[in-house]
Each structure stands twice: as C-alpha cells, then as structure tokens.
C-alpha cells in the first residue's frame, strides 16, 4: 500500500461498480464506539458491504475489510479506540491486502492526522462521508493509495443505502442530523455538523417498511429530536412527526432520543398524552442543578423553566417516567452550586439519572475555562450525588411493586438465559422467568420486587 494520500472531497464517480473478486467471497469486521446514532452509522455500513457480497465474520482474523466507528465526545474512548487501532497493526501485517477504515466522529475530527498516528491505516471516512463507502473502497482497493473522505458540511441529506439492522425486533430511525446547541463541553456539533431533518414522507416510508418487516419497536433518533423540522420548508414539527408515526398500524412501540429541555414543546406533551404507541417517558438532560453552571453550559434554559417543564408533563401525563443526565465537576462548580444540584434532584424526584464526571475535551470553550475541578472532589461530589438518587428510584420504583405493567419481551436476560428481561413503555427494566412467550410479544408481568435499575416479575 502506498503512503500516498488521496483526498476526496465531493461526490464519487459510480460509473464503475465496485466487484468482487469472482470465485472467492470476502469478510468484513466492524467495531462500534459511541451512541446509538453510531450505532445506526455501523447498521448502514455493514448494508452497503452485503448489498455487494462482503459477508459479516465475527472473526476479526478473516476479515478482508476492519471498520472502526468512532467516538470522540471524551478523551479517554479516544485514548481506547487508538488501543484498539494499534492492535490491528499485527493483522495488516499478516495481510498487507487488509483494508483497515476509520469512520465516525474522531475521523472527522482528527483526518489525516489518524494516518499519522498509524500508518496501516487505508482509509478515513467522516460523518458525513458514510453513504461513499463502496466507492471509497474501490478508490483504496485501485490506487492502493491511502484515502480520506472527511467533508466540513453535508450540503444535503446523504443518499439512503441499504441498512442492515443488528436487532430482531427494535430499529433505530435516524430523523434529523446534526446539532445546533453548542454546549460549551460538546463537540458534537464540531463533528456532526448542522441540523438537517429528513423529509417526514422518507421517515414514515421507513418505519412502514419496518413494520412489514417484523419490527415491533421504533427508536426515532437525533442530537436533539425537539428541533426537528426547524430547518426544512415542509412546515411540520416534532409532534407531527410523532403523531404521523402514532397511526402506523404495525408498530406497537415508538421512542426518540435525545431531547433538549428548551426546545420540548406544549404540542409534544400533548401528542404524547394522546398518543396510543409514543411511550411514556421522557429523557430530559438537565445536566445541573445550578443556573449559574447552565450558563456557562450554554444551556439556553434555567432550573426554573426546568421546573415548569417537569410540572407540565406530570399534569398531562402522571404515570410517565422521567429521567436526565447529569455532568458533575463542570469549570467553575463550587462547592455551593454543587449543592444546588443536589437540592434540585430532591425536589424533582426522578425516575432514573445518569451521571457523569465533567472530562475535559479539547476543541470545546469549556476545555479553556478557569476554575477546573480537581478529580478526587468530583468523585466524591458524584458519590455524593449517586447515592441520594439511587435511594429516590427505589423509592419511585417501590410503588410499582404488586402492580402489572406492560412488557415487551426483548430477549434473555444477560445474566441467565433461563429468564426474559424486557422493558415497559415508562423504560423500566423488568426480568421474569421464561414461558411461551416470544420476542416481540407485549405481555403483562406483575412486579414482585423493586430494585433501583431493575424489578423481578412473574407472567399473569
């Protein structure tokens, strides 16, 4: 392979499809790093190898193609993906013929310095360069040069491709592109570009296909779902979108992730409330208790709008869930401001938070803030926050105990193979002992017993 680099950077000339070698069949490895928008990234991916032959090997030392989908939103999944990129050194080696791809957010953010950092690397892919990989295999496969095909900015919605989807019976559904926001600690933006919507007609289309296709459960996805339609002339929101996915028939589930608390509407609630598939719970990232903290996040909301928020959705629909994330030890979070944020989950009571330490990413306006929180004090402030709304869940959760809930049956519990773990519409994880049942099935379980992540139930 030469260590020439060629740049693409605009579209590929198709007149010339990529072939397989005739007689011989090849294999293609992929690891994924990141979020479930990743995750649908690999699923388009591995469709377009299959659509032209390549079949998927679970070992990695027989494949011809290895792609890496990246992450890039902390460091330290950085520091563990170029591990990763480093022990492939060995196979290449073996078979110089191997096609080694980096794709994702860490390809678009880093470029060609990946090919610095490991020379057997052929190919580096953006995120807004994935619907080219067939092409951009061909280019490395001919030239044998090293190929990088990052661009700055979608013009447009890539073209759709083939998806191969890694579950039986729940998808994902990308819905928009993107992100607007800028937080102050996220480079999302930065890798994924603006805001583009799909056309809603390509999105009902989809999910339609979907339900002919056995799917049972929608996961509607986006930076930031609420934004949807924003940026298109088609004059439909969010809740159109919702409403127009409510009525189709073969679905019986449909979620969304993720949603930014500014932009949750009136209309949304709403639609929810009256909705007979949209489940009902709600993921609101606050990401602290403390005003001051959400303006040096760049949040764009206060506690108080929060609080607003919260109480809108509990009069309209009081059996939802509510769960949001939260980052402890931003620049600047005093002791005081820590406990406001304590305070805050006190009087909210959520369902469920995810928690995270702040972790300093270069390229953000946070990296370069004063005042950075030493380590050891947001362990214990994290500790600290954990314990209170492990205790709050429980207690939520306790309430469920006796009582029967909706489940739709997912698969084996990961723990023992014996038992069926599934989800109810409120997100709640529930384990019970096998019967007849069948994935896809929504069945109801009474809840024996509560725990904080999960509950053990019994078939009725």
């Given at each position: 392979?030469?260590?020439?680099?060629?740049?693409?950077?605009?579209?590929?000339?198709?007149?010339?499809?990529?072939?397989?070698?005739?007689?011989?069949?090849?294999?293609?490895?992929?690891?994924?790093?990141?979020?479930?928008?990743?995750?649908?990234?690999?699923?388009?991916?591995?469709?377009?190898?299959?659509?032209?032959?390549?079949?998927?090997?679970?070992?990695?030392?027989?494949?011809?193609?290895i792609l890496i989908n990246t992450c890039c939103v902390r460091e330290s999944a950085e520091q563990k993906i170029y591990g990763k990129i480093g022990e492939l050194k060995r196979l290449?080696?073996?078979?110089?013929?191997?096609?080694?791809?980096?794709?994702?957010?860490?390809?678009?953010?880093?470029?060609?310095?990946?090919?610095?950092?490991?020379?057997?690397?052929?190919?580096?892919?953006?995120?807004?360069?994935?619907?080219?990989?067939?092409?951009?295999?061909?280019?490395?496969?001919?030239?044998?040069?090293?190929?990088?095909?990052?661009?700055?900015?979608?013009?447009?919605?890539?073209?759709?491709?083939?998806?191969?989807?890694?579950?039986?019976?729940?998808?994902?559904?990308?819905?928009?592109?993107?992100?607007?926001?800028?937080?102050?600690?996220?480079?999302?933006?930065?890798?994924?570009?603006?805001?583009?919507?799909?056309?809603?007609?390509?999105?009902?289309?989809?999910?339609?296909?979907?339900?002919?296709?056995?799917?049972?459960?929608?996961?509607?996805?986006?930076?930031?779902?609420?934004?949807?339609?924003?940026?298109?002339?088609?004059?439909?929101?969010?809740?159109?979108?919702?409403?127009?996915?409510?009525?189709?028939?073969?679905?019986?589930?449909?979620?969304?992730?993720?949603?930014?608390?500014?932009?949750?509407?009136?209309?949304?609630?709403?639609?929810?409330?009256?909705?007979?598939?949209?489940?009902?719970?709600?993921?609101?990232?606050?990401?602290?208790?403390?005003?001051?903290?959400?303006?040096?996040?760049?949040?764009?909301?206060?506690?108080?709008?929060?609080?607003?928020?919260?109480?809108?959705?509990?009069?309209?629909?009081?059996?939802?869930?509510?769960?949001?994330?939260?980052?402890?030890?931003?620049?600047?979070?005093?002791?005081?401001?820590?406990?406001?944020?304590l305070e805050f989950i006190k009087t909210l009571h959520f369902d469920a938070a995810y928690t995270f330490l702040y972790s300093v990413r270069s390229g953000t306006p946070a990296a370069?803030?004063?005042?950075?929180?030493?380590?050891p004090v947001k362990k214990a402030r994290l500790q600290q926050l954990m314990d209170i709304q492990n205790d709050i869940s429980l207690r939520i959760n306790r309430k469920l105990e006796?009582?029967?809930?909706?489940?739709?049956?997912?698969?084996?519990?990961?723990?023992?193979?014996?038992?069926?773990?599934?989800?109810?519409?409120?997100?709640?994880?529930?384990?019970?002992?096998?019967?007849?049942?069948?994935?896809?099935?929504?069945?109801?379980?009474?809840?024996?017993?509560?725990?904080?992540?999960?509950?053990?139930?019994?078939?009725?």
């Open positions: 392979m030469s260590n020439n680099i060629k740049v693409i950077s605009g579209p590929i000339d198709k007149s010339s499809n990529h072939v397989l070698e005739s007689g011989r069949e090849k294999y293609f490895f992929t690891y994924t790093f990141g979020c479930q928008m990743n995750e649908n990234d690999s699923e388009r991916l591995a469709g377009q190898l299959r659509s032209n032959g390549y079949q998927n090997t679970d070992n990695i030392e027989q494949a011809d193609v290449k080696t073996l078979n110089p013929n191997l096609v080694i791809g980096i794709a994702g957010c860490m390809a678009q953010k880093d470029r060609d310095k990946l090919f610095k950092k490991a020379p057997h690397i052929d190919l580096v892919m953006g995120t807004h360069n994935t619907h080219q990989l067939l092409e951009l295999l061909q280019e490395v496969e001919q030239s044998r040069d090293k190929v990088l095909a990052v661009w700055d900015q979608a013009e447009r919605l890539a073209p759709e491709v083939p998806t191969i989807r890694k579950n039986q019976i729940s998808a994902w559904v990308p819905i928009m592109y993107g992100c607007n926001n800028f937080c102050t600690y996220c480079i999302v933006p930065y890798v994924r570009g603006r805001e583009r919507s799909r056309p809603l007609g390509d999105i009902v289309q989809e999910i339609e296909q979907l339900g002919k296709e056995g799917f049972k459960e929608i996961t509607l996805l986006g930076q930031n779902v609420n934004s949807y339609g924003k940026d298109s002339d088609e004059n439909v929101d969010f809740a159109d979108l919702l409403h127009a996915v409510d009525n189709i028939s073969s679905i019986s589930r449909i979620r969304y992730m993720t949603s930014h608390p500014r932009d949750m509407s009136d209309k949304v609630i709403q639609t929810i409330a009256q909705s007979s598939k949209i489940c009902k719970h709600f993921h609101l990232p606050i990401q602290s208790g403390s005003d001051e903290i959400l303006q040096r996040m760049n949040r764009g909301y206060t506690t108080e709008y929060y609080r607003e928020l919260v109480r809108k959705i509990r009069e309209s629909i009081p059996d939802a869930s509510i769960t949001t994330d939260l980052i402890i030890g931003f620049p600047g979070e005093t002791e005081e401001l820590f406990l406001e944020t370069q803030m004063p005042d950075q929180v030493p380590l006796g009582q029967l809930v909706e489940v739709m049956v997912e698969g084996p519990s990961k723990n023992d193979a014996s038992r069926w773990m599934g989800r109810t519409g409120t997100n709640k994880i529930v384990i019970w002992d096998k019967g007849t049942e069948c994935i896809g099935d929504l069945k109801m379980i009474k809840i024996m017993q509560a725990q904080t992540w999960l509950f053990r139930g019994q078939m009725v």
